[in-house]
């Protein structure tokens, strides 16, 4: 046999074997791999056998499943090349020449994936700044590793098993440290483009073609005209996906996308998880992958042929279960684009492609259908708020004082029931969810999601309260609900947002005193003059298509960038 070099690099030398077996113990006892200290206290009958430990392992300790050293699990090394025991030899011998410890993981309950993404999967979260072992271990005791040969690396663990299981895999409190860490730091200087030429505006296709076009698909409001750079890159059409049975709120920020796409020049189409797989574009964002791979027939597309290309827009806050729902998917695709920046910069130091983008949005005309006219909860409004088109209204004119819309949780049920008094003197409109469920993006839900952008746009004050005690820019409500309708947000603290600042576009106040400041804002001549003045510098912001133009270019640049090409 010639020399060969085995999987650590060492030298096998040239022995002239007389079986299979011979050869194996050579190659085997060259590695230095085999523990033979370790084989006989695991094994006593070996010992007293009176038989050369490494011999006994090649002639019958790998047969009945005996280990060679501490960790080396045979089956799962031959499941993971392949060969399910179909060699002619004995598989640490195998591993020596032709394997490498990524053999040596497991998939769990990713099977639809390679060892290779498994492995891509695992370097990312071990540099995913809010990922410890030792926090694994603590929140999972049953993993810990006990010596045997059973044992799972934790990591692997935590991709393969622990964010499928549904376990606990990132602490609430480093979480908390981390993203405290990140929201202290400067943003990079906002660079505007200089004004330009205005392209005509692309009409919005959802279903991905006029042929597949579902009833009661709604198209995204228009965007303001933006100039376009010349420096843009020529990308091919760029498909937009949503899961149809998700969160109404996703499918409007998947639209948005799409319409913020158009407004560039660029081609994009929404889609959702009907469409045919073989049919997808060759450049793709999938809007909420918490959802999207995990509902229906979302599910189908969880694999390694869509992920490897594949861009994933997360929306979720990383202390919740959904934001850790989504982590396999993300760290195997291409890259990420997130809606909260500092959750952007968490990703990017773990090497994944990155980008923060929040889409471009507009002032509409109309939320609600007709259909969404005989709904009780638009009849109980105030007269003049019934009109289904949504004139645009300054603060002094809007009937309703205070509006909240919002699912239940354990920091709002205290909020509301504690504050229920105060509101009751107020012309308030509060839509408090007590089902655990999100708003669907189909059926009487889908009025529900289109009322709270009525409601917001006759509101003069919208609230941001959290959901718990870890403050988020909860970019829907905030920007796309409240200031797009030019209601003044009341927040609760949130991480600083590269654009938009408190006391300047929104109002921000701790739970405890936002009363006071509800009550200023609304009953008081300055609080309602400050009040017209937050509406009117977000609308600076929103309605800016040179900032719309700058955020949807670098959007596209890094697309571009890190796209695979055919």
């Known amino acids: 046999m010639d020399n060969v070099t085995g999987v650590f690099g060492l030298p096998v030398p040239s022995v002239a074997p007389v079986s299979v077996e011979d050869e194996d113990i050579n190659i085997i006892a060259a590695s230095g791999l085999f523990n033979e200290e370790w084989y006989?206290?695991?094994?006593?009958?070996?010992?007293?056998?009176?038989?050369?430990?490494?011999?006994?392992?090649?002639?019958?300790?790998?047969?009945?499943?005996?280990?060679?050293?501490?960790?080396?699990?045979?089956?799962?090394?031959?499941?993971?090349?392949?060969?399910?025991?179909?060699?002619?030899?004995?598989?640490?011998?195998?591993?020596?020449?032709?394997?490498?410890?990524?053999?040596?993981?497991?998939?769990?309950?990713?099977?639809?994936?390679?060892?290779?993404?498994?492995?891509?999967?695992?370097?990312?979260?071990?540099?995913?700044?809010?990922?410890?072992?030792?926090?694994?271990?603590?929140l999972n005791q049953d993993i810990k590793p006990t010596g045997g040969n059973m044992d799972v690396d934790p990591l692997n663990h935590a991709v393969v098993y622990g964010f499928p299981e549904g376990r606990?895999?990132?602490?609430?409190?480093?979480?908390?440290?981390?993203?405290?860490?990140?929201?202290?730091?400067?943003?990079?200087?906002?660079?505007?483009?200089?004004p330009l030429d205005v392209p005509p505006p692309v009409p919005v296709v959802t279903g991905a073609a006029k042929?597949?076009?579902?009833?009661?698909?709604?198209?995204?409001?228009?965007?303001?005209?933006?100039?376009?750079?010349?420096?843009?890159?020529?990308?091919?059409?760029?498909?937009?996906?949503?899961?149809?049975?998700?969160?109404?709120?996703?499918?409007e920020i998947a639209e948005d996308i799409v319409q913020s796409l158009h407004g560039a020049g660029q081609d994009a189409v929404l889609l959702d998880e009907t469409w045919p797989q073989e049919e997808r574009p060759e450049l793709n964002i999938f809007v909420a992958p918490h959802e999207f791979f995990h509902i229906g027939a979302g599910r189908a597309w969880a694999h390694d042929e869509v992920l490897k290309s594949a861009f994933l827009y997360t929306t979720e806050q990383p202390q919740t279960l959904w934001f850790e729902r989504a982590m396999p998917f993300v760290l195997m695709s291409r890259g990420v684009i997130d809606i909260a920046w500092q959750v952007a910069e968490i990703f990017a130091t773990t090497g994944i492609p990155t980008r923060f983008f929040n889409p471009n949005v507009a002032p509409r005309t109309a939320w609600l259908e007709e259909a969404d006219m005989k709904h009780p909860l638009v009849r109980v409004l105030p007269k003049a708020a019934q009109a289904r088109e949504v004139p645009k209204l300054r603060i002094a004119e809007r009937l309703i004082d205070v509006s909240f819309f919002g699912t239940e949780s354990e920091h709002r049920e205290k909020f509301f029931t504690k504050n229920a008094g105060f509101f009751a003197d107020y012309e308030?409109?509060?839509?408090?969810?007590?089902?655990?469920?999100?708003?669907?993006?189909k059926g009487s839900h889908a009025a529900l999601a289109r009322l709270a952008g009525h409601v917001a746009a006759h509101s003069k004050l919208m609230l941001n309260i959290h959901t718990d005690n870890n403050g988020f820019f909860e970019w829907h409500r905030i920007v796309k609900l409240g200031m797009v309708s030019g209601a003044v947000v009341v927040s609760e603290p949130c991480p600083p947002h590269p654009l938009f600042k408190p006391g300047v576009h929104y109002m921000e106040e701790s739970g405890r005193h936002i009363l006071n400041l509800v009550e200023w804002l609304v009953r008081s001549p300055d609080g309602q003059a400050k009040a017209q003045a937050i509406q009117d510098n977000a609308d600076k912001i929103v309605s800016n298509p040179a900032l719309a133009l700058d955020?949807?270019?670098g959007l596209l640049r890094f697309l571009d960038e890190h796209r695979v090409r055919a």
């Open 168 to 194: 606990t895999v990132f602490m609430k409190t480093t979480v908390a440290r981390v993203m405290g860490a990140v929201a202290a730091k400067p943003f990079p200087p906002l660079v505007m483009p200089a």
């Open 428 to 441: 308030a409109f509060l839509y408090y969810r007590k089902v655990e469920s999100p708003l669907l993006a």
């Open 40 to 138: 006989i206290r695991e094994n006593p009958d070996v010992a007293r056998s009176g038989i050369n430990p490494l011999v006994h392992y090649v002639r019958h300790g790998a047969a009945e499943g005996r280990a060679p050293f501490q960790g080396f699990n045979a089956v799962r090394y031959l499941a993971n090349v392949e060969v399910n025991g179909r060699v002619n030899r004995n598989p640490l011998a195998h591993y020596i020449l032709h394997g490498s410890p990524e053999d040596m993981l497991l998939k769990g309950l990713l099977t639809k994936f390679s060892i290779k993404s498994v492995k891509q999967a695992m370097d990312r979260l071990a540099a995913l700044p809010i990922f410890s072992l030792d926090d694994y271990l603590t």
């Open 551 to 553: 955020n949807i270019h």
């Open 211 to 251: 042929s597949r076009k579902r009833k009661g698909d709604v198209a995204a409001p228009a965007l303001p005209a933006a100039p376009v750079a010349a420096t843009l890159p020529v990308l091919p059409r760029i498909g937009v996906f949503y899961n149809r049975a998700g969160n109404a709120f996703i499918r």
